[in-house]
């Protein structure tokens, strides 16, 4: 029997799959065609562990965008492992001790016990946004093909967000790189200034993670306002600095707190 999701589910779509809109881009080289790895096209996809009418839960893909190799692996990152310096995103061995300098002057602790990550510690205030608290993400897992969400507060054991690259099937260290860079990403991308995060990937953590974070806080209003507008032909709720509209579905930030049938 198909499964049907809830209104809360719909809106995690909503909201990850609008984060995603615009970022495609076009590379100039087929893979098949060998060239630049560099220009090699990656499709990033988002799935977030939905839930449903029956309050049974799935991993969903709810959003996807593409970029290149290099536009994902632009920024260099200082990482000091087991106390030694290095640029190099490959190093983060099983058992080591990873300290990240940030760019807002603080620090992050991570360690590694096989294909975890986990965020230890970090330095700095606690609270953040409460879009997205400091700390959002407790622990990445890596995997072959992309890496696995764990949120501070989750339930588990499954994932809260999964994302997997296509496009790199063949190239075995830029993949392994690559992985490492997103796991890196997704466990820092809530300790750092927001605005110095550049790389076309961390939007679509930030998506991810802010969807769900999103729901926990704004859930009942939403709820509400579903209800309230039965019959409409969609509804517009702003809450913790986001507005989700469904149908048509798009995010925009901006203050507020309310409830608008469309």
Known sequence: MKKTYSMASKLVAAVTAAGLVGLGCTASEDPELGGDPGQR?????????????????????????????????????????????THD??????????????????????VRDGDVIVLA????EDDGTSEMPRGAVRAVRLLSDGIEIYLSGSEGPAPDSVLRLAGVEDLDAERSELVNSLALDALLVSLEDGEQIAPSVAIAIIAAIVAAIWLAT?????????????GS??????????????????????????????
């Open 41 to 85: 096209e990656v499709t990033l996809d988002v799935w977030s562990n939905l839930e449903d009418d029956t309050g049974a839960k799935e991993l969903s893909k709810v959003g996807t965008t593409t970029a290149t190799l290099d536009q994902l692996l632009s920024g260099e990152r200082e990482l000091i492992v087991d106390g030694v310096a």
């Open 121 to 124: 510690s970090f330095t700095g």
């Open 89 to 110: 995103r490959d190093s983060l061995r099983s058992g080591s001790e990873i300290v990240v300098p940030l760019n807002t002057g603080d620090t992050a602790t991570l």
């Open 233 to 262: 032909n969609g509804f517009e709720v702003q809450c913790a600095f986001t507005t989700v509209s469904v149908n048509p579905t798009f995010v925009r930030w901006g203050g507020g707190l309310g409830c608008r049938c469309n």
């Open 218 to 230: 704004c859930g009942n209003l939403a709820w509400h306002c579903a209800y309230q507008c039965e």
